[in-house]
């Protein structure tokens, strides 16, 4: 091999690598200068409140328009948190889902003996999005760093930027 074809073979795999370098680093800008997406577009209607043994139970029509994954985690009726069993609502689907109507506590925190249903109850659904594909890819982008020992600040949030609330009322009951 003559000398020539040495240095065109060396320069050729210095460009390679620096190619390489470079969409790497391209790749690692985008990722980290991105923010958050905004909450998925979900809504939530009222639907009925039925009779239950244990008392009134709202049943409400939850729609998700977004393209990824929703899951509700809780609701909060009357001022009462309540976590749920967790109910997954697909891309461009919608579910149904009910929970009892809580008596609201007084001001020492007991509570109280009945629901009314005169006036509106506030209503708030506690939900969590599915990571989008750019989050992934910074989760992984972070493991393999850290499999190095390299600690890039902000590279892998946490999740509780997946969380986000929506609101409905009951309206009062005649």
Same mark, same amino acid.
């Given at each position: ?13 210095l460009i390679a690598g620096a190619c390489v370098v470079l969409l790497v680093l391209v790749v690692i800008v985008a990722i980290l200068g991105s923010g958050p997406p905004p909450p998925p577009r979900v809504t939530a209607t009222f639907s009925a409140v039925t009779n239950a043994p244990g008392g009134p139970v709202a049943v409400f ?15 909060? @009726? ?11 609502? =697909?891309? #461009?689907? %919608? !579910? *149904?889902?009910? +929970? ?49 020992? @390299? ?11 997946? =969380?986000? #609330?929506? %609101? !409905? *009322?009951?309206? +009062?009951?005649?």
């Amino acid at each position: 091999m003559d000398t020539t074809t040495k240095n065109r073979s060396s320069r050729g795999r210095l460009i390679a690598g620096a190619c390489v370098v470079l969409l790497v680093l391209v790749v690692i800008v985008a990722i980290l200068g991105s923010g958050p997406p905004p909450p998925p577009r979900v809504t939530a209607t009222f639907s009925a409140v039925t009779n239950a043994p244990g008392g009134p139970v709202a049943v409400f029509h939850l729609a998700n328009y977004s393209h990824l994954v929703v899951h509700v985690f809780a609701q909060q @009726i009357n001022g009462v948190f309540i976590p749920c069993p967790a109910e997954t609502i =697909l891309p #461009r689907k %919608s !579910a *149904t889902l009910s +929970a009892p109507i809580a008596p609201p506590t007084d001001v020492t925190g007991l509570k109280t003996n009945s629901v009314s249903l005169s006036s509106p109850i506030a209503v708030e659904f506690h939900l969590r999005r599915q990571d989008t594909h750019l989050e992934e890819a910074r989760e992984m982008l972070d493991s393999v760093f850290q499999t190095v020992r @390299i600690t890039i600040p902000g590279l892998n949030p946490d999740s509780s930027r997946n =969380l986000f #609330r929506i %609101s !409905a *009322t009951i309206p +009062a009951q005649d």
